[in-house]
């Protein structure tokens, strides 16, 4: 799709498309080539697929989840029994938890 690439005799429609489509990877590779933009990215995809599975069940303050030292993450008690776990890195980032056991999915707030 590079424009550079494209021969002379292609038809004018289809020479802007391929413009199209090179810009479009161009941006995708802006955001997939670099460490912390391909984070962000993948924890927006993570909160909208949630956000697809149903609705919010609960909104949880963080301050509300307990904090576990060993592996440095919090996590509070689903009604199913299962729990909901954020690490703390995540916590900062995320704002939809889903339960590991159920479809559960709880908001996580912040304190002001």
């Known amino acids: ?3 550079d690439k ?3 005799d292609v038809p004018a ?3 802007e498309e391929c413009i199209q489509k090179f810009i ?8 997939l080539g670099n460490e912390e933009t391909k984070k962000e990215y993948d924890l927006q995809r993570h909160e909208d ?3 697809n599975m149903g609705p919010v069940d609960a909104q949880v303050y ?5 904090w576990n030292k ?3 993450s919090y996590s509070l008690s689903c009604r199913c029994g299962g729990k909901y776990s954020v690490s703390k890195d995540e916590a900062e980032e995320v704002t939809l938890i889903s339960c590991d056991t159920c479809s559960l999915i709880i908001e996580l707030l912040h304190a002001c």
């Open 62 to 66: 963080l301050e509300e989840m307990s």
């Open 24 to 31: 479009e990877i161009d941006q995708a590779w802006k955001i």
């Open 6 to 8: 494209q021969s002379a």
């Open 70 to 72: 060993d592996d440095h």
């Open 13 to 15: 429609g289809m020479v």
């Open 49 to 51: 697929d949630l956000r």
């Open 1 to 3: 799709y590079h424009p």
